[in-house]
Nanobody, 128 residues
Framework: QVQLVESGGGLVQAGDSLRLSCAAS????????FAWFRQAPGKELEFVAG????????NYADSVKDRFTISRDNGKNTMYLQIDSLKPEDTAVYYC?????????????????????WGQGTLVTVSA
């Protein structure tokens, strides 16, 4: 079991920066891939970025790769999402998720159904 708790959301202005945090707890974190998803009002859940807990491998959605940075601090069991140059269209609930690695050659999935554990989400609202 992995427990995930997001924080850092809030109301910001366009052009601002924000860092979201995801505190992870549980066993065998190194056996998981972690990711950020977001869901804007009236839209489907969308993959944003993912990272291996145990390797320096990251993956980004094309729509955010120039402004978003995913990172982790293994010592603090925390994953981060740095968002720069925020836009109103970044308004969404941001979720942290963990995918248990179950095979050799596993990779960072972009589909939410592949993820086993989810946080409760943190709301980011960007005003124009």
């Amino acid at each position: 079991q992995v427990q995930l708790v997001e924080s850092g959301g809030g109301l910001v202005q366009a052009g601002d920066s924000l860092r979201l945090s995801c505190a992870a707890s549980g066993r065998f974190l190194a056996s998981h891939i972690f990711a950020w998803f977001r869901q804007a009002p009236g839209k489907e859940l969308e993959f944003v970025a993912g990272t291996w807990w145990s390797r320096d491998i990251r993956n980004y959605a094309d729509s955010v790769k120039d402004r978003f940075t995913i990172s982790r601090d293994n010592g603090k069991n925390t994953m981060y999402l740095q968002i720069d140059s925020l836009k109103p269209e970044d308004t969404a609930v941001y979720y942290c998720a963990a995918d248990r690695i179950s095979a050799v050659g596993y990779f960072i999935h972009r589909t939410s159904g592949e993820y086993d554990y989810w946080g409760q989400g943190t709301l980011v609202t960007v005003s124009a």
